[in-house]
């Protein structure tokens, strides 16, 4: 499934759902379309994209902000999503957004997003995998506490329960395989642990 169609389909049963960085609006249009939601409120830190929405979602029941991040946003949703975007920068995000439901689909480093939510208030509460050109990894969070172990940051503590995520781990394993051939003492030690992670997956 595509990346945004996926995205989309993990609204069905919210009302009123938040798309930060919403470029041209096509997730909540979708949601929209299909009933998954009841409004939609689309952000963006840029006019040029945020004119995009507003003109694929024109007579849609969706409002409009210029904002970086939450920062303008000033009314209620129930889910917020933070896609396409790199690891660091959803990380930025968070740390001056309210505590909420999430949908996360960061392009990188996934388990350093991961330690991240450990680390500040949030549950792992899905891991969803669709290949669209590349994998995608989509991760639902709700606030709360929990202890993950350097493995589950590392693959996944639902992903690793999925087994469309099993080709996705062989990837993974393949590259890092190669990786290890050529890198410095120090970086082959972290290598070689995740390799050993991988390994007990595929």
Same mark, same amino acid.
């Given at each position: 499934?595509?990346?945004?169609?996926?995205?989309?389909?993990?609204?069905?049963?919210?009302?009123? +759902?938040?798309?930060?960085?919403?470029?041209?609006?096509?997730?909540?249009?979708?949601?929209?379309?299909?009933?998954?939601?009841?409004?939609?409120?689309?952000?963006?830190? +840029?006019?040029?994209?945020?004119?995009? +929405?507003?003109?694929?979602?024109?007579?849609?029941?969706?409002?409009?902000?210029?904002?970086?991040?939450?920062?303008?946003?000033?009314?209620?949703?129930?889910? +917020?999503?933070?896609?396409?975007?790199?690891?660091?920068?959803?990380?930025?995000?968070?740390?001056?957004?309210?505590?909420?439901?999430?949908?996360?689909?960061?392009?990188?480093?996934?388990?350093?997003?991961?330690?991240?939510?450990?680390?500040?208030?949030?549950?792992?509460?899905?891991?969803?995998?669709?290949?669209? /050109?590349?994998?995608?990894?989509?991760?639902?969070?709700?606030?709360?506490?929990?202890?993950?172990?350097?493995?589950?940051?590392?693959?996944?503590?639902?992903?690793?329960?999925?087994?469309?995520? /099993?080709?996705?781990?062989?990837? /993974?394993?393949?590259?890092?395989?190669?990786?290890?051939?050529?890198?410095?003492?120090?970086? /082959?030690?972290?290598?070689?642990?995740?390799?050993?992670?991988?390994?007990?997956?595929?």
């Amino acid at each position: 499934m595509k990346r945004l169609d996926y995205i989309a389909s993990l609204l069905k049963g919210y009302d009123i +759902a938040l798309d930060i960085g919403s470029d041209h609006g096509y997730v909540l249009k979708k949601a929209l379309d299909l009933g998954y939601i009841n409004k939609g409120i689309a952000s963006e830190i +840029a006019s040029g994209p945020l004119e995009n +929405a507003k003109t694929n979602l024109k007579n849609y029941p969706v409002t409009f902000y210029l904002s970086d991040g939450f920062d303008k946003i000033n009314e209620k949703f129930d889910i +917020a999503i933070i896609s396409g975007m790199g690891v660091y920068t959803i990380i930025d995000i968070l740390n001056r957004a309210p505590k909420c439901e999430y949908i996360l689909q960061p392009n990188d480093k996934h388990e350093v997003l991961r330690k991240y939510l450990m680390e500040n208030g949030y549950i792992i509460t899905e891991e969803h995998i669709t290949f669209d /050109k590349f994998y995608y990894i989509i991760i639902k969070v709700k606030p709360g506490n929990e202890n993950l172990s350097e493995e589950d940051i590392f693959l996944g503590p639902k992903l690793r329960l999925n087994k469309n995520a /099993k080709d996705y781990y062989k990837l /993974k394993y393949d590259q890092l395989s190669k990786i290890l051939l050529v890198c410095d003492n120090e970086t /082959k030690k972290n290598i070689t642990k995740q390799i050993n992670y991988l390994k007990k997956e595929i």
